[in-house]
């Protein structure tokens, strides 16, 4: 107990009986209005990913490496109070917020094949960077949203085979800009709808989804939360589903999951599961794991030093029998929240 808190005990035991219990209970509102909030995010990331095959009865090979940084920055314009661990805010947001976000991709790699005698090799060295910004304006249970990101790509590739006796080489780049367009509502602060356009440079009629989001509150700050995700043509759904809750003192567990449907009409359908979830010790230590349908795994974990600065690390792996491709990847990350 701080010097505070004890000094307003001690304070308690000069008062009358009534006075004693009014006060305990102002004491007691006031340490639990101390609970931690944050209105500004902001967290540099590095992340590695590699891809690879070899087919031997085919006498193919193929490999894939990309090294990923990026910065980015959110600021709400009012303060989002933690649900106790200091990650950990409402599923669904209702305030106004602005974003920022930079990114710097590189990736190289080759494939190789040998068809009748005759071997072809090519290969690639790609630097793509991206800028966005957003924001999201909430008034009268109105949200309004908007983004721009501005990417630019330059790419290195060559090519060889023996069939012809010959070899070649080529650069581009490249620069493309994309938007997207929000517009939601609150039908309360548990339940909200929406509808976005995505859209770029290469198509003149953009992405048009459609989103639902619901909140379940349990006891304190115990919730289930759904999400649902259709395009306009209603043949790519997404479904999700979150369940957060306390068990102990400032220990919490989450269960998720996710389902994916793409309906290809005459060329069938594809769908997807996966399911994950994260164990905090207490308000500041976590670890995660998720395991899909397609035996891909992750795990993870996320430690914060103070309530403003924190470390998150993790790894994931599949390994696709059916397509004989196997990829693994591991990110690390720093955060800062005030």
Do not use: C
Not at 149 to 173: E, I, L, T
């Amino acid at each position: 107990m701080n010097l505070s808190a004890f000094s307003k005990l001690s304070h308690l035991l000069e008062l009358p009986k009534l006075s004693k219990a009014s006060a305990l209970a102002a004491l007691l509102l006031s340490n639990l209005a101390l609970a931690e909030s944050y209105q500004s995010f902001s967290s540099i990331s590095y992340s590695h990913k590699g891809y690879s095959a070899n087919l031997s009865e085919y006498n193919h090979s193929f490999k894939d490496d990309s090294n990923d940084i990026s910065l980015s920055s959110q600021y709400y314009f009012d303060e989002r109070v933690v649900l106790g661990p200091l990650n950990e805010f409402a599923y669904i947001n209702t305030i106004s917020n602005f974003y920022v976000a930079a990114d710097n991709r590189q990736s190289e790699g080759f494939n190789s094949y040998t068809l009748q005698g005759n071997s072809s090799e090519s290969s690639w060295d790609d630097n793509d960077k991206s800028v966005t910004i957003g924001a999201q304006w909430i008034t009268h249970d109105f949200i309004f949203g908007g983004s721009y990101s501005y990417r630019k790509s330059s790419d290195d590739h060559s090519y060889q085979s023996s069939a012809v006796d010959n070899s070649h080489s080529y650069s581009s780049d490249n620069s493309s800009n994309d938007f997207s367009l929000s517009l939601g509502y609150l039908l309360s602060d548990n339940f909200v709808i929406q509808a976005n356009i995505h859209d770029d440079d290469e198509e003149s009629i953009g992405l048009v989804t459609f989103n639902a989001s619901y909140n379940w509150q349990l006891a304190g700050t115990d919730y289930i939360g759904f999400n649902y995700n259709v395009n306009d043509d209603f043949d790519i759904h997404q479904l999700s589903t979150r369940y957060f809750f306390g068990f102990a003192e400032q220990s919490y567990l989450v269960f998720g999951a996710d389902y994916s449907l793409y309906d290809g009409g005459d060329f069938g359908s594809v769908d997807f599961w996966s399911v994950n979830s994260s164990y905090y010790y207490n308000d500041s230590a976590s670890i995660s794991m998720s395991y899909g349908e397609e035996k891909d795994y992750s795990i993870g974990a996320n430690y914060f030093f103070n309530n403003n600065y924190s470390l998150s690390a993790g790894y994931n792996s599949i390994a696709d029998s059916k397509a004989r491709v196997e990829f693994e990847g591991y990110f690390v990350s720093f955060s800062a929240q005030f």
